[in-house]
């Protein structure tokens, strides 16, 4: 879980999680989580990667090998705070 707040005009930013399972993977939606932006409001916000839709595509292989974290999914500006990783 991390607090973030977005700044950008659009009505639907949102930040993103990537992962894959082998190191000759790529990023892709697949794998990947969205979570949407409050506009200007500090708020906390969780990837829920234990849900029906997304647990089978975490738990696809035997370890995450790599993980990346996109702030906004659009050109703009953001703060963030703290950074958790609960596994």
Do not use: C, N
Request: proline letters at 5%; aromatic letters at 10%.
């Amino acid at each position: 879980s991390r607090r973030s707040r977005g700044e950008d005009e659009r009505a639907r930013v949102g930040e993103q999680l990537f992962w894959t399972h082998t190191v000759e993977e790529a990023f892709s939606e697949e794998k990947s989580a969205r979570v949407l932006l409050q506009k200007g409001k500090w708020a906390e916000y969780e990837f829920k990667l234990d849900t029906a839709e997304l647990r089978a595509a975490w738990q696809g292989g035997p370890e995450i090998i790599h993980v990346r974290f996109d702030p906004i999914d659009v050109p703009g500006a953001f703060e963030m705070g703290p950074v958790e990783l609960l596994l």
